[in-house]
């Protein structure tokens, strides 16, 4: 439900588009819109996050509690001013539309559970592998729908840093399943190239996915396996004739892709990998959205695309776009500014990583995430 008040957490909330959302959250969506238009976030000729609704937009304007002062309309630096005057009253429409988006919400809630399936592990080994699977509010039986794979990253399931896309892609239409490849504690990359394929397997079998549209999105260390995901040697190897139609990429390590080019990731390289299996791809669109400040590429902006140049698979070269957030760092959407020590960090040299929360790029790459969806999984 849509809190008005201010919980336990210190933070205001106010509803948009059902889903109860920090109050700056709701802002920044705004300002997002602003910086693309203004400060040429975006590359015009890539997606762009100009698409936002207009509806939310507008009955977002009655939520916004009034203590703040804060003027949702208006872009980042423009300040704090007075609440403007409507001529509905505020108070009754809050009422209203609480109503409503509350009933929303529950109801979106009511679509959401945790699954355990069997699979075989890395070991050749019968596992059990646990999932969240949620789905849209109005899930109509006999309706096939489009469905996203969300990968966490090396922070663990228990960080639910997945659950902010979940919840978008759901309102979008889409059914997901939350892959919990480890619940905190990092490991091997190896070990969870078959768990990305048993949800693909398990969400291919529901009766309302359509298995030919089922997507995978990856953050950090999610992002590799969203990559390894649609290499032609695991699909071949684990998807048992399913295959992923599109992959997302959110801030991979750029660097060890380029090094892994370039046969040259001594220690690092996992030989556990077959030499060339990045070499060949399925075919399956691919999209890589890092930050220009990324202390794992060493803030070089261009390292992601440098990467990509030195794929020898000329098809899925021309089928793989780069987007880059310049003043972005690593893991942008995690809600929190925190710094350690990294050992892949600085391009294997180690250094300290910085992951800045940067709510505008969160919401951009939000707003791109489900334009290139929207786009990768029309019907057939």
């Given at each position: 439900?849509?809190?008005?008040?201010?919980?336990?957490?210190?933070?205001?909330?106010?509803?948009?588009?059902?889903?109860?959302?920090?109050?700056?959250?709701?802002?920044?969506?705004?300002?997002?819109?602003?910086?693309?238009?203004?400060?040429?976030?975006?590359?015009?000729?890539?997606?762009?996050?100009?698409?936002?609704?207009?509806?939310?937009?507008?009955?977002?304007?009655?939520?916004?509690?009034?203590?703040?002062?804060?003027?949702?309309?208006?872009?980042?630096?423009?300040?704090?001013?007075?609440?403007?005057?409507?001529?509905?009253?505020?108070?009754?429409?809050?009422?209203i539309f609480s109503l409503f988006f509350?009933?929303?919400?529950?109801?979106?809630?009511?679509?959401?559970?945790?699954?355990?399936?069997?699979?075989?592990?890395?070991?050749?080994?019968?596992?059990?592998?646990?999932?969240?699977?949620?789905?849209?509010?109005?899930?109509?039986?006999?309706?096939?729908?489009?469905?996203?794979?969300?990968?966490?990253?090396?922070?663990?399931?228990?960080?639910?840093?997945?659950?902010?896309?979940?919840?978008?892609?759901?309102?979008?239409?889409?059914?997901?399943?939350?892959?919990?490849?480890?619940?905190?504690?990092?490991?091997?990359?190896?070990?969870?190239?078959?768990?990305?394929?048993?949800?693909?397997?398990?969400?291919?079998?529901?009766?309302?996915?359509?298995?030919?549209?089922?997507?995978?999105?990856?953050?950090?260390?999610?992002?590799?396996?969203?990559?390894?995901?649609?290499?032609?040697?695991?699909?071949?190897?684990?998807?048992?004739?399913?295959?992923?139609?599109?992959?997302?990429?959110?801030?991979?390590?750029?660097?060890?892709?380029?090094?892994?080019?370039?046969?040259?990731?001594g220690r690092f390289k996992n030989?556990?990998?077959?030499?060339?299996?990045?070499?060949?791809?399925?075919?399956?669109?691919?999209?890589?959205?890092?930050?220009?400040?990324?202390?794992?590429?060493?803030?070089?902006?261009?390292?992601?695309?440098?990467?990509?140049?030195?794929?020898?698979?000329?098809?899925?070269?021309?089928?793989?776009?780069?987007?880059?957030?310049?003043?972005?760092?690593?893991?942008?959407?995690?809600?929190?500014?925190?710094?350690?020590?990294?050992?892949?960090?600085?391009?294997?040299?180690?250094?300290?990583?910085?992951?800045?929360?940067?709510?505008?790029?969160?919401?951009?790459?939000?707003?791109?995430?489900?334009?290139?969806?929207?786009?990768?999984?029309?019907?057939?």
């Amino acid at each position: 439900m849509c809190v008005t008040g201010r919980p336990s957490l210190g933070l205001r909330f106010c509803c948009v588009s059902g889903i109860a959302q920090p109050w700056h959250t709701r802002i920044d969506r705004t300002r997002v819109r602003c910086l693309a238009m203004h400060n040429g976030t975006h590359d015009r000729n890539s997606y762009s996050s100009d698409n936002f609704l207009k509806l939310d937009e507008l009955l977002s304007l009655h939520f916004i509690q009034q203590d703040s002062h804060l003027d949702p309309r208006q872009p980042a630096g423009y300040g704090f001013t007075e609440p403007r005057s409507t001529p509905i009253n505020n108070q009754f429409m809050k009422r209203i539309f609480s109503l409503f988006f509350a009933f929303t919400a529950l109801s979106a809630q009511a679509s959401e559970e945790m699954v355990s399936v069997p699979f075989v592990n890395w070991n050749g080994k019968p596992e059990q592998l646990e999932m969240r699977i949620s789905k849209p509010a109005a899930n109509t039986a006999g309706d096939k729908k489009p469905a996203v794979v969300v990968l966490h990253h090396g922070g663990g399931w228990d960080t639910q840093t997945t659950k902010q896309y979940a919840t978008l892609l759901n309102g979008a239409g889409y059914i997901t399943a939350e892959t919990v490849m480890f619940r905190s504690r990092m490991q091997p990359s190896h070990f969870q190239v078959p768990k990305v394929f048993a949800t693909l397997k398990h969400l291919a079998s529901l009766s309302d996915v359509d298995p030919s549209r089922i997507a995978v999105m990856g953050l950090s260390a999610g992002a590799f396996q969203s990559i390894y995901a649609v290499s032609d040697w695991a699909t071949k190897k684990y998807g048992d004739g399913h295959k992923f139609a599109s992959s997302v990429a959110f801030y991979p390590a750029c660097w060890i892709i380029k090094k892994s080019y370039q046969n040259d990731l001594g220690r690092f390289k996992n030989s556990n990998y077959p030499d060339d299996f990045l070499n060949k791809f399925t075919g399956a669109p691919l999209t890589i959205l890092a930050g220009g400040k990324d202390d794992y590429d060493n803030k070089k902006p261009t390292m992601c695309a440098d990467a990509v140049d030195l794929m020898p698979d000329a098809k899925q070269k021309s089928m793989t776009k780069v987007h880059v957030f310049e003043n972005a760092t690593h893991g942008w959407d995690h809600g929190q500014t925190y710094s350690f020590h990294e050992p892949l960090a600085c391009e294997g040299r180690g250094c300290t990583n910085t992951n800045q929360s940067d709510p505008a790029t969160t919401e951009a790459g939000k707003s791109m995430l489900l334009n290139i969806l929207r786009d990768q999984l029309k019907p057939q």
